[in-house]
């Protein structure tokens, strides 16, 4: 029914009707004016005008001086209206205080587009941060785009742009270069000069007021000039805008990130610079991680990695075969391999025979595989033939050093038939000086990165497994967690316990409470009772059975033990009363009155062959709640084993944050242990994580310890922390990744009272996505994407991967499930989408697809009736559609729900439209 678009990246879809985008305003413009235009020499005004007209971009530039009849021979404008032409882009060189006033004169003339370069604003203080704010209001008013300020301005050498006051123009080429330091642009500039390195954007964003990372990476993901990004960041800006577009684009284009403010005095200095407040380093890794980001140590590595990712294929697994004839070089290799998480490959039987053959006797048998000093030419490639073939290798990294009988001209000329290694990465380096240029120089051609010391070059090969290895952790298809209603969490109860804490007045709930919330969820706890009194704990200890523990219950104390608040294995009645007496006597003397509420009454559980875990949350003040797992117990801050994941997660999710740790050695099964059910401890994390995102008012959450063992997985102790009460509900932090939008699961009834439940579509999906297209008829699938496309097409896991795995900000996808009444298995009936219009943000596109079996049954109605809610909840003001002429359902569908048709005979297409408040 809709056609199809090109995934981001695809070159086709700048060819294939390509839209108008907003950021190209900043990136092509045709018009642009510079404001502050001067002929001083050495002025920024004047070094921008220079710049632009000395590299013609295919526009006309108008200099804006309210002082001078004309700029380096130009005719020179008083203000933006006065301008003989509509003005794409405004280049705004002025001192802070008069930016807003000259916003205002832009909004009225009609610019769609803003590069401020002028500082003095945020970064000052107060006073600069309510001048930003004026200016973003502006720009709201009027669709404006602004980058900057505080910025360098934009380059695009492909076209000939040059708006920036950079002494110079970069060279075209695929490489899009983001930075938040001018001076770092600049630098890197005058360095790609000497080096021929060449970029198709060049971008200082600056301050980033309205135009962030997330508008940059989607609008660059759309462009066919650029194949990589790289950007030197110091701060996130809105975490949610980037991990969006970062996690679309980056399964098509590698988005490699140097990140300044490691340490805590680097993040001050960025603080300074940006005027933006620097998230922990680790939850930015985390956050890299989900969304398929490559994070790099250096300004080298940036421009590295963009190069390699651009000529190699990612590795498919960590296994590195070396190839060298020294022995020391191979072992620096190895070393810098292991300790960066790539593994030596192990030589499979055929290649070791292989390899005997060929080799003289004296050759190391392993890898790396030493082709001894004497190696010629033909042996080195005879060699990689042997080692290329070997299934157990995912790259190959070729060492050559200079020695007497060494040719590393020949030996480099032999290697180039391998530079295009299906599915493997080669990499090569030929150590020395003047003898080893000319085989450098032939490597480099042949497309095979080439590397002056082989460290670096295994250093490289890790980072693109951990790119694969990333991206493969996003888009690798979990499994399901939820069976149907028996598993939903119980979130009225939640709800009630949260409430009514709220209104005492009370940020820490109590262990119970805390472990009825954890119950809700499915996660299992420990028996818990509550007593008041010596009577009632013995009472409860007797129907739980001795030996118990006895625990503080109190609603102001949340760390027990610090307070003697626990007491271990009482073994009977007048234990159990000594124990509530001594704990009461201590919380008084430690804490003071008022901080005894009682006891909670516990089994004593055996932890013998049992971990000891934590998980738990807290808030970053970037990325929202952020999740922890790791080793728990008393020692939890010392030992500091733990890994971070931002929530939601999948089962996939939460098996990498796991692997991230050392206890998840221990918990597949060590010396004679048995394994822990990895598989319901992954479970337990994902259910986590939704009661994480669901539940905004929870600042902290902490389970320690989480009990694991062969037998069972169970909470021994909780604690739970909620946000103050001078916090509006509005305010609450947010997730950096949209969870699953439970408000838009429904029942309905198709026209013969069959039951279907409506819901937004899930990771988890995937194989029931491959059993409702193995359903469709050819008729079907053509009327929804134009063309004819087969199983094997629709069924791609990289394709339903872009199906299932949606950024649920972006777009929506309902389906339509029932039970099968004779297999009891759920089965997908029919999805609808909805698409954002990355153009204009409040309207989109919808689609539908039905199973032939369910056609003329109301599904179709269902599903756009439910689209036509979501839209309207998620502040859309208008939804449109393209319907084949000979789709008439779809056409009565619309029809019926209030959309306008209208056919367009050039294109042979219906096109629908529904104002959606128009039809309220």
């Not at 209001?137 to 380059?155: D, F, H, Q, S, Y």
């Not at 998230?279 to 490559?294: I, K, M, P, T």
């Not at 200079?402 to 038939?417: I, K």
């Not at 009472?539 to 033990?561: D, Q, R, W």
Request: charge should be negative.
């Amino acid at each position: 029914m809709k056609k199809p678009k090109p995934p981001i990246g695809d070159p086709a879809h700048d060819v294939l009707g390509y839209e108008r985008q907003p950021l190209d305003a900043i990136f092509k413009p045709e018009t642009v004016a510079v404001i502050g235009a001067s002929e001083r020499q050495g002025s920024v005004g004047r070094t921008i005008m220079w710049n632009l007209i000395s590299n013609p971009f295919g526009g006309t530039v108008f200099p804006v001086n309210s002082k001078r009849p004309n700029v380096l021979g130009i005719k020179a404008y008083p203000t933006i209206s006065e301008v003989p032409a509509e003005v794409d882009l405004a280049v705004i060189v002025a001192p802070a205080r008069a930016v807003p006033g000259i916003m205002e004169e832009c909004v009225e003339a009609g610019v769609p587009g803003a590069i401020i370069i002028s500082a003095g604003f945020r970064e000052t203080g107060a006073e600069g941060a309510e001048l930003e704010a004026r200016i973003l209001e502006i720009a709201r008013r009027g669709r404006m785009r602004i980058m900057g300020p505080n910025c360098l301005g934009v380059m695009s050498p492909v076209t000939g742009l040059n708006a920036t006051f950079a002494g110079g123009m970069a060279q075209p080429g695929n490489v899009a270069f983001l930075s938040q330091s001018g001076a770092l642009l600049t630098a890197i500039l005058d360095r790609s000069m000497g080096e021929n390195v060449g970029f198709s954007h060049f971008v200082s964003v600056g301050s980033m007021l309205d135009v962030g990372w997330g508008d940059l990476i989607y609008y660059l993901g759309d462009d066919p000039k650029t194949k990589s990004i790289v950007v030197y960041m110091e701060s996130i800006g809105d975490a949610r805008s980037f991990l969006s577009a970062a996690r679309e684009v980056a399964l098509t284009k590698p988005i490699i990130v140097i990140k300044g403010g490691r340490t805590e005095a680097a993040a001050h200095a960025a603080q300074s610079h940006t005027g933006s407040l620097t998230g922990s380093d680790e939850v930015l890794d985390a956050a890299f991680r989900r969304s398929g980001v490559l994070r790099v140590d250096g300004i080298a590595d940036l421009f590295h990695m963009a190069e390699i990712l651009g000529k190699q294929p990612r590795p498919r697994g960590p296994r590195l075969t070396v190839v060298t004839n020294a022995g020391g070089p191979g072992v620096l290799a190895t070393d810098a391999l292991i300790r960066t998480g790539g593994e030596l490959a192990e030589l499979s039987p055929e290649t070791m025979q292989k390899l005997n053959e060929i080799l003289p006797a004296p050759w190391s048998h392993g890898d790396p595989i030493d082709v001894l000093g004497d190696a010629t030419p033909d042996r080195y490639a005879n060699t990689l033939e042997a080692a290329a073939r070997d299934p157990e290798s995912d790259g190959l990294l070729v060492i050559l050093t200079p020695q007497a009988m060494t040719d590393p001209t020949g030996t480099a000329q032999g290697l180039v038939r391998y530079a295009k290694t299906r599915g493997k990465p080669v990499l090569a380096s030929w150590m020395g000086g003047p003898d080893v240029t000319a085989g450098v120089e032939i490597l480099n051609r042949a497309g095979i990165p080439t590397f002056d010391y082989p460290d670096s070059a295994a250093r490289v090969f890790a980072d693109m497994w951990r790119y694969t290895y990333n991206l493969r952790a996003i888009y690798e298809t979990p499994e399901l967690t939820h069976g149907g209603d028996e598993d939903e969490p119980d979130r009225e109860r939640v709800e009630e316990i949260i409430s009514a804490a709220r209104e005492d007045g009370r940020s820490i709930l109590t262990e119970w409470e805390a472990k009825a919330i954890l119950a809700a969820y499915g996660i299992p706890t420990v028996e818990t009772h509550i007593a008041r009194t010596p009577e009632e704990a013995v009472g409860a200890a007797e129907a739980i059975g001795y030996p118990v523990v006895l625990k503080l219950h109190s609603e102001t104390v949340t760390h027990k033990t610090d307070v003697g608040g626990v007491r271990l294995d009482l073994p009977n009645a007048r234990a159990v009363r000594e124990a509530y007496a001594a704990t009461e006597a201590s919380v008084l003397q430690k804490a003071g009155p008022g901080n005894f509420d009682g006891v909670t009454v516990q089994p004593m559980v055996d932890l013998k062959d049992s971990y000891e875990l934590i998980a738990g949350s807290s808030v970053d003040p970037q990325f929202g709640p952020v999740m922890l797992f790791g080793s728990g117990g008393q020692l939890v801050e010392v030992y500091r084993d733990r890994a971070l994941a931002l929530p939601p997660l999948t089962t996939t999710l939460a098996r990498r944050m796991m692997e991230r740790t050392l206890i998840m050695q221990a918990l597949k099964g060590v010396r004679g242990r048995n394994p822990v059910d990895l598989g319901a401890l992954e479970k337990l994390l994902v259910r986590l994580s939704q009661l994480i995102v669901e539940q905004p008012w929870i600042s902290e959450l902490d389970i320690n310890p989480l009990l694991a063992s062969p037998e069972r997985l169970v909470a021994l102790d909780a604690r739970v922390v909620l946000h103050d009460a001078t916090v509006e509900e509005k305010d609450l932090p947010k997730p950096a990744i949209r969870p699953y939008p439970n408000q838009y699961v429904s029942r309905e009834e198709l026209n013969d009272g069959t039951p279907v439940m409506v819901r937004p579509i899930r990771p988890e999906d995937e194989p029931l996505m491959v059993k409702f297209h193995e359903a469709l008829s050819e008729r079907s699938v053509y009327m929804r994407y134009f063309h004819m496309m087969n199983l094997d097409q629709r069924t791609a896991h990289e394709r339903l991967t872009r199906i299932c795995f949606i950024d649920y900000d972006r777009e929506m996808a309902l389906v339509a499930e029932r039970r099968n009444p004779e297999t009891g298995e759920r089965e997908i009936m029919g999805v609808g989408r909805l698409s954002r219009n990355h153009v204009v943000a409040d309207e989109a596109e919808f689609s539908l697809l039905v199973n032939d079996l369910y056609q003329r049954r109301g599904v179709g109605t269902i599903l756009l009736g439910r689209l036509l809610e979501v839209g309207r909840k998620e502040s859309l003001h208008r939804i449109t559609a393209e319907i084949l002429p000979a789709n008439r359902p779809m056409q009565n569908v619309s029809r019926k729900l209030g959309f306008s048709l209208r056919h367009d005979p050039e294109e042979g297409v219906i096109h629908a439209g529904l104002d959606l408040y128009q039809h309220a």
